[in-house]
Each structure stands twice: as C-alpha cells, then as structure tokens.
C-alpha cells in the first residue's frame, strides 16, 4: 500500500511510514456505534474476511479521518448469504384499511337518530312554550307595576294629609316625584317595570292643588296611570293609554285603590272634576 501523505509504498503490516512516520492504520466503526482499532491494513483485511467485521461497517483512516464504507476503502465485504426462498400458497393481501366513520357508520347512524329524538322535540317544546314564558313575564311586570302604582297612591294621600287635605300641586315628572318623594323614598316606585326607559306613571292633572274634601266620589276619580314617554314631561291627555301590560294599563284612583283596565275600560273613564264635586264660588 503507499502512504497517503508521502506516496511512499510500504507494506500492509506497516503501522506507521517509515520516511514520514504517518500513521497507517484503520479504526473499525460498528453499526451499533462502537469503535475497534487501530489495526494495520492486513489486519483489518483478515477480519473482514473472517467476517469479524460485518458489511455494514464503515473504516476510518488514522492518517486522513476520512470515514469510508468498506468497498471504498477496498476490503472486500463478506458475501451475504442467499435469502431463503419459502415455497407456500402466497399471502393474501391485507384489506384496505378503512376510516372510522366507513367502519363504523351503524354506531353514528344510532347517534344521530338519538340527538335528533331528543333536540328536535325539545326544540318544539321551546318554541310553544316561548309564548307562555313572555306572558308570564309580562304577568309579573304588570302584577309589580299595579304595586307601584298603589304605593304611588299612597303618598298622594300622605302627601294631601300633611297638606291641609290637598293633593301634590306639580303634575310634570320632576315636580311630581320631588313632592311624594319623602313618602316613599324609592326611586324604582317611579318607573314601570315594563318601561323603564320611560315616564313611569302620570299624575291626574285636574287633581293637582284640589281639596280631597271637595270630591264626593274619589273612588270613581283617576289619579295615576300608566304613561309613555311626554315630550317635556307633559301629563298625557285625559284617555290616552300605553296598553303596555296586556292590552291595558295600571290605575289608580282618588282613594288609593288600585286596578288594572283595559283600554277601552281607561278610555271611558273621565279625568274632570265634576262641577257639583268641585268647591266652586
């Protein structure tokens, strides 16, 4: 073999050159990752040739760390022995491999038959019973509403009681609320739960500085309703309703009771002051 540094020939049981001292033997790296050597050319070239070291094993030579598989390097590999050759009937071909929904399509088929037994009855359910549940909350608001209002009817009263029998003389909002304020420190009182954005209650405008003494029928008299939204806080017209609670409106009269009307129940009541009810001259 020659010296891969000074070209020089020497032979293959040579370890080092012996002109320019370079190394010349090999170190054997396994598949499994250990390293053998250093070995001198002959000797590596017996042991692969007792198949010591097998085929798949790469050398590296000391002198230039070059790493080679063994047929570059020029060791000739052991022979592979021949595959054995089983004679018998050929195997069969695996099936397809299918996706899970295709495998199992019974199962989602039983699924969806049983979410649609059950949603689809339970949103039925729902939608006939959405109207029950809207007029069940207007109940409610109605049935708070009408307390308000009553509350409000009570302090005109109390109001009227601390003032020589005479009732609150503001009828816009801001008036109103400040003169029977003290009588039911509630700020929600004023505000109809169904219209909370809005002028809660309207004050009888033709009872505004009038003698309670001076009404003969104050249980027939209207004092309070529910009203909508007046511009500038105008009362609204005698007969005018918001049909907000059920096609009708909460009241109250001039002795503090209070009820809910229909419409056309509210419309034919009268907001005057009867002349021979009046303390006129």
């Known amino acids: 073999m020659d010296c891969h540094k000074c070209r020089t020939t020497v032979s293959d049981d040579a370890t080092t050159c012996p002109k320019c001292d370079a190394p010349l033997t090999w170190r054997v790296l396994m598949p499994d990752g250990q390293q053998f050597g250093p070995y001198s050319t002959e000797a590596l070239r017996q042991y692969v040739a007792d198949g010591r070291v ?7 030579q000391e002198a230039t760390s070059v790493q080679m598989s063994l047929s570059q390097a020029g060791f000739a590999a052991p022979a592979a022995a021949p595959p054995t050759v089983s004679v018998g009937p050929p ?3 695996p ?10 399509w019974y199962v989602w088929l039983v699924v969806g038959v049983v979410i649609l037994a059950l949603v689809v009855p339970a949103l039925i359910g729902f939608s006939i019973m959405m109207p029950t549940f809207t007029r069940a909350r207007g109940k409610a608001q109605q049935t708070a509403c009408l307390s ?21 003389t503001a009828v816009d909002p801001q008036g109103f609320h400040d003169q029977i304020f003290p009588y039911v420190r509630n700020e929600g009182l004023f505000k109809c739960p169904s219209a909370p954005d809005e002028q809660g209650y309207a004050f009888n405008p033709k009872l505004a500085g009038a003698n309670i003494e001076d009404l003969r029928r104050p249980a027939e008299m209207l004092m309070l309703w529910d009203a909508g939204a007046q511009p500038g806080g105008v009362a609204p017209v005698p007969g005018t309703t918001t049909g907000r609670h059920n096609g009708g409106d909460n ?28 303390t006129g001259d």
């Open 91 to 93: 195997a069969e071909t």
């Open 54 to 60: 097998p085929a798949t094993a790469y050398v590296v």
């Open 95 to 104: 099936p397809a491999r299918r996706g899970v929904f295709r495998q199992y």
């Open 148 to 168: 308000n209002i009553k509350q409000l009817g009570l302090a005109c009263l109390m109001y009227a009681a601390d003032y020589d029998e005479v009732f609150p």
């Open 251 to 278: 009241v109250a009269f001039a002795d503090a009771h209070a009820k809910w009307l229909t419409t056309n129940g509210i419309g034919a009541l009268s907001t005057d002051v009867p002349e021979e009810e009046s």
